[in-house]
């Protein structure tokens, strides 16, 4: 009975494992966290004049509607920004990657 208990154990632990080691692409981070960050901007600016965006929580919505937009489960980005920042060599990739596309799109 023990061996079962651990063999059920050992099987749970690896499929948690590799639903958390589900990552997107760095192309799409890219994309999204863009979006995401025009999203905070656009929703900060309104909010400091229409107080009600935040009781309402406008930026959740936004955020759902970026993730939908890109095709992008929630669990999977918020996953693959915990692993950027366990691997912050990988995560500055992200973010310069991020502010070359703000600066092609500022031109």
């Not at 919505?61 to 950027?84: A, G, S, W």
Request: hydrophobic content about 40%; overall charge positive.
């Amino acid at each position: 009975m023990k061996k079962w208990v651990i063999f059920f154990c050992i099987l749970l632990g690896c499929q948690t494992k590799a639903a958390k080691d589900k990552r997107l692409d760095m192309k799409t981070m890219q994309t999204v966290v863009w979006q995401l960050m025009q999203a905070d901007e656009y929703y900060t600016r309104v909010s400091l004049v229409d107080s009600t965006w935040k009781a309402d929580k406008k930026n959740i919505e936004f955020y759902q509607q970026i993730f939908d937009l890109n095709k992008v489960d929630r669990v999977d980005f918020y996953n693959t920004i915990d692993y950027l920042q366990r691997h912050p060599i990988e995560f500055k990739e992200l973010m310069d990657s991020v502010n070359e596309l703000s600066k092609r799109e500022k031109k």
